[in-house]
Structure formats: structure tokens, C-alpha cells
T-cell receptor, first 111, second 116 residues
Framework: TQLLEQSPQFLSIQEGENLTVYCNSS?????LQWYRQEPGEGPVLLVT?????EVKKLKRLTFQFGDARKDSSLHITAAQPGDTGLYLC???????????FGGGTRLMVKP | NAGVTQTPKFQVLKTGQSMTLQCAQD?????MSWYRQDPGMGLRLIHY?????ITDQGEVPNGYNVSRSTTEDFPLRLLSAAPSQTSVYFC???????WGGGEKLFFGSGTQLSVL
């Protein structure tokens, strides 16, 4: 059982549609990060959220950290083919050295 | 800047063979780590280091050894490869050793390893 559960695992949508990816845990995190990974490359950081209830926007992407700091969501508005990739959430716990990753959501946006 | 450099990009081993995956970073980062990525499992931490001469185990350390003799290099050794170690391996580094919020992990481009 993973500490961070992502859903859905796979998502295939048409260009222009909206989507939401969820990252859930029973544990509290001091911060939570979202990464995007393209084939043959390592993950690249999109955003870090640190405060319960925090909302951050990155162009068409909106990230939210749950009030209890146990969950997060990523919402994409008007998805583009360039959004295609693997989205990973990752949580850090207070004063810890380890970053724990969720299983990932593989998104495909068709033109 | 080169960032985090991993070699080789691809490797095929036979069961029982040994090999070392290389990782080097040129950002003077204190923290370095190795992850393995398997379908549906995300990234799982194998070993990490908070500075030269200091290493510690992550979630899945069995079958792997590491050392950190310099700030720049953090090699991962497979002493006797097994088919269960077939995976994509990523090295990652960051500036600070403890998470305080806002730190960014820089990843290499990965090594795809197949053990037959």
C-alpha cells in the first residue's frame, strides 16, 4: 500500500476538456509537490504547496492543498496536447529527509 | 550547467552480474538520492545521502549499495543483479538536506536497466 494514492491512474481526453487529478493520503505532510515527467526524462517540479488550503495557479493548472494537509488536487483547464505526460505528487514530512511519491497519473490529451 | 548526469542510459545484465550506475551533479548540492520507477508504483527511494561520507537507506534498499566520497558523485551498485531489479533508475539532488518547503529535486534523465 502506497502512502500517497493518486487517481485516476490513466486519463485520456480530448483537447479543450477539463480534468482533475487527485492525490490522497491518511498521513499529514508538511509540504506537497507536483512533478511532470515526459518519456525518457526525469520528473520536473511544477509546484510546491506548504499551507493547508493553499491554492496555486500556473497558467491553466490549478493546484490545491487540502485543509488538513493530507491531500491535494491538480486541475487542468482546457487541456492541450502539450499537457500529455505522467503527473506525480510527492509529499515531505516535517524535518524528514525523504520525499514520498504517489503512483502517478498518466495523461494523454488528443488533438 | 549540466545539472544531474546519469550514465549509462541503457543497460542489460544477466542474473548475478554486478554493475555500478553513475550519478554526478555540478550544483554543489548536499543531498543526493536514488529512486527506482516501476509502472504504477511511482518513484521509490532506494538510498540517499545528506553529504560526503553520509548515506542512509530509503524504502527499498535491499540488493543495492551506495557510497558518497565526494559532494559531486553518488554511485549506485548492484552486487548481484536479479530480474526483480529490472526498472528505470533515477538519481536526484537538492540543495538542503531537510525539507522545509520549497526545495526542488533535480532529476537526471534515468538509466533503464534490464536483468535477464
Amino acid at each position: 500500500t502506497q502512502l500517497l494514492e493518486q487517481s485516476p491512474q490513466f486519463l485520456s481526453i480530448q483537447e479543450g476538456e477539463n480534468l482533475t487529478v487527485y492525490c490522497n493520503s491518511s498521513s499529514v505532510f508538511s509540504s506537497l509537490q507536483w512533478y511532470r515527467q515526459e518519456p525518457g526524462e526525469g520528473p520536473v517540479l511544477l509546484v510546491t504547496v506548504v499551507t493547508g488550503g493553499e491554492v496555486k495557479k500556473l497558467k491553466r493548472l490549478t493546484f490545491q492543498f487540502g485543509d488538513a494537509r493530507k491531500d491535494s488536487s491538480l486541475h487542468i483547464t482546457a487541456a492541450q496536447p502539450g499537457d500529455t505526460g505522467l503527473y506525480l505528487c510527492a509529499g515531505a514530512q516535517n524535518a524528514g529527509n525523504m520525499l514520498t511519491f504517489g503512483g502517478g497519473t498518466r495523461l494523454m490529451v488528443k488533438p | 550547467n549540466a545539472g544531474v548526469t546519469q550514465t549509462p542510459k541503457f543497460q542489460v545484465l544477466k542474473t548475478g552480474q554486478s554493475m555500478t550506475l553513475q550519478c554526478a551533479q555540478d550544483m554543489n548540492h548536499e543531498y543526493m538520492s536514488w529512486y527506482r520507477q516501476d509502472p504504477g508504483m511511482g518513484l521509490r527511494l532506494i538510498h540517499y545521502s545528506v553529504g560526503a561520507g553520509i548515506t542512509d537507506q530509503g524504502e527499498v534498499p535491499n540488493g543495492y549499495n551506495v557510497s558518497r566520497s565526494t559532494t559531486e558523485d553518488f554511485p549506485l551498485r548492484l552486487l548481484s543483479a536479479a530480474p526483480s531489479q529490472t526498472s528505470v533508475y533515477f538519481c536526484a539532488s537538492r540543495h538542503r538536506t531537510r525539507w522545509g518547503g520549497g526545495e526542488k529535486l533535480f532529476f537526471g534523465s534515468g538509466t533503464q536497466l534490464s536483468v535477464l
